[in-house]
């Protein structure tokens, strides 16, 4: 029911543009979330929205280079990477659930769906 798309192979210093398109029981009112996990290590969280214009968060690692944003007409969340670095590599994950509070945005167990992951590959 999450469908994520646009990874890929990239340069550092490069762009990319994830897509997760939500579909099925996903309720377009839910909190829409990235992770990431690279090889060896834990998930983590990277951005997430709110349906409300204006609730946004991202990782301190992403501020400044990622922007979130989302399209609720079509239930699908956007990930603008800009400035990739190499240790921006993971598989990233779209995920979607919950209520929104600022605190609980970055938190994974708030989230009920999960997309399979898109690899982003950032070379040096």
């Known amino acids: 029911q999450l469908a994520e798309s646009g990874g890929g192979l990239v340069q550092a210093g490069g762009s990319l543009r994830l897509s997760c398109a939500a579909s099925?029981?996903?309720?377009?009112?839910?909190?829409m979330g990235w992770f990431r996990q690279a090889p060896g290590k834990e998930r983590y969280f990277v951005s997430a929205t709110s349906k409300s214009v204006g609730n946004t968060r991202y990782a301190d690692s992403v501020s400044g280079r990622f922007t979130i944003s989302r399209d609720i007409a079509k239930n699908t969340v956007y990930l603008q990477m800009n400035s990739l670095k190499p240790e921006d590599t993971a598989v990233y994950y779209c995920?979607?659930?919950?209520?929104?509070?600022?605190?609980?945005?970055?938190?994974?167990?708030?989230?009920?769906?999960w997309g399979q992951g898109t690899q982003v590959t950032v070379s040096s």
């Open positions: 995920a979607a659930g919950g209520s929104w509070s600022y605190s609980g945005s970055s938190y994974g167990g708030n989230y009920q769906y």
């Open positions: 099925g029981r996903t309720d377009s009112n839910y909190v």
